[in-house]
Each structure stands twice: as C-alpha cells, then as structure tokens.
C-alpha cells in the first residue's frame, strides 16, 4: 500500500515537491487553496497520512494530527520557524516534527542588513517622495536619515541567523552586541551583554529569537522606552516578538528613531496594512527574508528529505528540539 503524504500546498519553489510525487510507493495529496489553509480544510485530507509536509506558519493543532491518525509519523516544516505547530501535541502522539535550519540564515541575513539600510537611511520615505513626484528641488535637510557605518548593533538572539548578521556587520565597522537568551557560547566576533543593556546602548537592535511562551512581545512598551530615540529596531524574526501596536506608537512619539520589520502579528496583511503606510520611520516587507530562489528551493529540499528520512525508518536530518526524541 502507497504512503501518504499531506503538502499544505501544491505548488513549491524547486524541485522537492515532484521528487516526492514522482516515488511510486508515495501517493501525494495537495491542499489547493491559495492562501493559509485552515486546519479544519487540512484535516479533511488527512485521513490516513503519513507525513504532513507543510509551512512554518500553518497552524498544526492537535485536531489535525488526529485527523491524520495513527498512521502520521512526521510533520516536516518548511522553515526555520514553528510557532504554528503543536509541539507538544505532536510528542504526545509519537510525531517527529523537522524543520529547516541552516539553509536560510545567510539568505535571510542579507535581507536583515537591507532592512538596517532601508530604516536608518529613510529610504522608504525618499523613494515614495520621488515616485509622487515631490522631488522638485535639491535640499540639504530632506531624507535626513542615520548613518550605519560604526553605530553599534545589538542582536537579540545569537544563532546562525544572528551570527551571520555580526559577519555583515563588521563590514561596516559596527560595534556588535548580543544577547541570547538560549545562551549559546561565545565565538570571539561580537560581546554578550544583559538585554537591558544592548537595549541602552544599539543603534540597531535587531531580533533573531523564535517565537515562544519566553519571546512573545520580548519587545514592549517598556524596552522600547530603554531604546535610544535614534534608534532603529528590525524585525526578521517572527512578529509576535514585538508589541507591533506599541511600537507604531514608538514611532509616532518620536520614542524610536525607526524600524525595519519584515514579520508581524498578523500575517497575511492582504488590505489590512493603514497601520504601516504613511509612517516615515517604517520600512516594512512581506515576510520575504528567505525568498531567493536557490534559498526557497533548498528549505522545500530539506523538508523533503526529512519526510522520506523518517518514512524510510532513517532518523529526521534536522528534527526540533522538544520534540519526539528530541532533548529541549
């Protein structure tokens, strides 16, 4: 009898996805929607799955891992992050779930520095100006932004994605702070510091952590109070790190210098972004730190490959920490 296997979306960069189709002993049945789909749309096609290949902010709850039943052995997540997983409820149930560290922490860097650039240069708000025509005569005091180049970067979050960043950063000249609050060791490039420190002393405070109980609004009404008011946050993490609405207000008051975000509490935005445009300190993107197309190609690879490991009784390539046989 065929293996199933559930993909929360039936078109993926690269070629991860027909090499699954293409096993003869894998049957793959696709959610066809656009969009996020809903669990309760996944759960009526996962009767009897084996794997569930899906993406990082498709919400996996434990109504969908009955759904899929007895037979659901992994749930490969294509991405870095698993806010939207039930990890608990997946242990509970002898589900592996995997993700896709390391292929994307370059990529998703070069994003995070273009970010610095876009927010500390107000380059939003000069290029928006010369699109609406408003740039009819050369001025010495428009589009004053704040210089990169030896400011001082504090990481929030040390792993691959921030360390990659520090890399980045000495390029520049920048003093670079960290703290992790999952402590990882030292590697000599950057100085670990409490937070409230590094949040007293960045330029640039820029977030690497994923979303956990820990995590979420790290960053509130009070740490963006200990900000320098020439300061710049940036957000490639996931969104739920911030206080999104109290930053706005940071913005608006003049608390914060400006932000660069990437990730929100809400995703999709669709039609629902008033709350971003029109504010001068904010360049904001579409969740698209890990969009090249090598890099998308290599995360659906990886999660692929996590799918046939643990189907083909090999143990996942790179399972999640706290999940099943896995150490926190």
Known sequence: MKRRVLSTRDRLPGGGLARLTSRTDTNVVSW??????EPAELAELAGGVSAILALGNDR???????????????????????????????????VVVTHTPGVLAETTADLTFALILAARRRIGAARDALHAGAWDVFRMDDYLGLDVHGATLGLVGYGQIGRAVARRATGFGMRVLYHDPFGPAADGSATPVGLPQLLAESDVVSLHVPLTDATRHLIGPAELRSMKPTATLINTSRGGVVDEAALLRALDDGTVHSAGLDVYEREPRGADVADLIGRPGLFALPHIGSATETTRAAMVDLAVDNVLDVLDGRPARTPLPGTKGVPA
């Open 32 to 37: 066809p929607g656009t969009g996020r789909p």
């Open 60 to 94: 996996i709850d434990a109504p969908l891992l009955d759904a899929a039943g007895p037979e659901l052995r992994v749930v490969s997540l294509a991405s870095m992050g698993f806010d939207g997983v039930d990890r608990q409820a997946a242990a509970e149930r002898g």
